[in-house]
């Protein structure tokens, strides 16, 4: 006797998508193969999406809606800025551990430029920096400074996300064990290496400018 799906059609469509999408990305992947892979109509990824487009804004707004669920608890005010951005990217590391395939679609996927998708994108990046403000704020940068945040804020994800896609040739390369005790290092070395280029971007704000000849 089959076994019974537990999902719906409609989460079996995204699932499908996500595990796709992060494997071969979004070009690659057509509606037929989400379909297939979801063991669904393809007129139902019409009917719950609208086509391949509304998928993955579904996937953008279920990775920022978890994301949000991971630091949502977090108090700026109640210890140093340095202990807060410890937590913060130990939290993101955990999030992105619990939810690879979502990350990898999100990260990949955010130079896609179809008008839609960028705008959804802007729109969730900008609500998360508001919600991270209390924080940059206690390191002495502006969070409306666009030029800084643009320049910060990537580089803190890149790193992560950078790490998490590089598993594979980490392991291969270097004979590392990818476990807890792995992670618990990732996480002190990035926090580290973060710490100390922020306290140098601060540095370097501070100092006069250098009168022109």
């Known amino acids: 006797m089959p076994a019974k799906e537990t999902t719906g059609p409609k989460q079996r469509i995204l699932d499908a998508a996500i595990l796709l999408f992060a494997k071969k990305g979004y070009a690659g ?9 979801a063991k669904v109509n393809i007129a139902m990824i019409s009917y719950y999406y609208e086509g391949k487009i509304g998928i993955l804004q579904s996937i953008i707004e279920e990775y920022f ?9 977090m108090d700026f005010s109640s210890q140093p800025p340095e202990d807060n951005v410890r937590e913060l990217i130990g939290r993101i590391i955990d999030f992105v551990r619990e939810n690879t395939e979502l990350a990898m ?17 802007a729109e969730r990046i900008s609500a998360m920096i508001r919600n991270l403000s209390g924080l940059i704020h206690q390191f002495g940068i502006d969070p409306g400074d666009p030029s800084k945040i643009s320049m910060v804020g990537p580089s803190l994800i890149g790193m992560i996300f950078t790490n998490f896609r590089a598993q594979a040739v980490v392991q291969q390369a270097f004979g590392v064990n990818i476990d807890d005790a792995y992670y618990e290092r990732l996480k002190s070395t990035l926090a580290t290496l973060f710490l100390e280029g ?3 971007v601060v540095a370097e704000m501070k100092k006069p400018a250098e009168s022109t000849r």
Do not use: T
């Not at 809606?65 to 608890?73: E, G, N, P, T, V």
């Open 29 to 37: 992947v057509g509606v037929r193969e989400i379909a297939r892979e």
């Open 65 to 73: 809606a978890r994301f949000h669920l991971s630091i949502s608890d």
């Open 105 to 121: 679609v999100m990260y990949n996927e955010l130079p896609l430029d179809i008008p839609e998708i960028m705008e959804l994108k």
């Open 198 to 200: 922020v306290q140098g």
